[in-house]
T-cell receptor
Framework: DSGVTQTPKHLITATGQRVTLRCSPRSGDLSVYWYQQSLDQGLQFLIQYYNGEERAKGNILERFSAQQFPDLHSELNLSSLELGDSALYFC????????????FGPGTRLTVT | DQQVKQNSPSLSVQEGRISILNCDYTNSMFDYFLWYKKYPAEGPTFLISISSIKDKNEDGRFTVFLNKSAKHLSLHIVPSQPGDSAVYFCAASQGSGGGADGLTFGKGTHLIIQP
């Protein structure tokens, strides 16, 4: 158990809809990262938040957004969903001391029909 | 453009033998490398890492070697055990200090340990 929790575990929704994925980092970790794992692309970095502020952006679509709240939990919002957005979405966290080692949650499987 | 490549999608090794997983990268700005292990229906689990100022790092049965001039790293598992059967991801970071940026992952190698 990494200490990172993600909800929900599974989500099935229709094209055009909007969903919110939630992540709670390990206790004490200030950084939260979001990744997308699809069959053909592998694990792709989407976005990072550090202590409430956006810190780094990867391959995140404009239809996707994220935020980190004062209690350090984070939410990833996906809107105008397309079939190609079906994937596993992972959240990871790291502490200020462990600059590079990131600890991953179990993921949310999103299916867009 | 894939910056981190794991060219073997799968690898089968006999229990007790050495498993060697390989990874190549193209971005010379990467300065920290990590290996993650992933079981089905779970998130990746951090295994071992190496900074670009080193060429070797050991942790129990796991050793990572880094060859900067060849832009190549490898993970050695000795001896291999049945519980090592999993997908192994190589990842790299261009850390800027004060908190790492996102990791760039390879597509993974599925290691199968044969009894």
């Amino acid at each position: 158990d990494s200490g990172v929790t993600q909800t929900p575990k599974h989500l099935i929704t229709a094209t055009g809809q909007r969903v919110t994925l939630r992540c709670s980092p390990r206790s004490g970790d200030l950084s939260v990262y979001w990744y997308q794992q699809s069959l053909d692309q592998g694990l792709q970095f989407l976005i990072q938040y550090y202590n409430g502020e956006e810190r780094a952006k990867g391959n995140i679509l404009e239809r996707f957004s994220a935020q980190q709240f004062p209690d350090l939990h984070s939410e990833l919002n996906l809107s105008s969903l397309e079939l190609g957005d079906s994937a596993l979405y992972f959240c990871a966290s790291s502490s200020g001391a462990d600059l590079y080692e990131q600890y991953f949650g179990p993921g949310t499987r999103l299916t867009v029909t | 453009d894939q910056q981190v490549k794991q060219n073997s999608p799968s690898l089968s090794v006999q229990e007790g033998r050495i498993s060697i997983l390989n990874c190549d990268y193209t971005n010379s700005m990467f300065d920290y490398f990590l290996w993650y292990k992933k079981y089905p229906a779970e998130g990746p689990t951090f295994l071992i890492s190496i900074s670009s100022i080193k060429d070797k790092n050991e942790d129990g049965r796991f050793t990572v070697f880094l060859n900067k001039s060849a832009k190549h790293l490898s993970l050695h598992i000795v001896p291999s055990q049945p519980g090592d059967s999993a997908v192994y991801f190589c990842a790299a970071s261009q850390g800027s200090g004060g908190g790492a940026d996102g990791l760039t992952f390879g597509k993974g190698t599925h290691l199968i340990i044969q009894p």
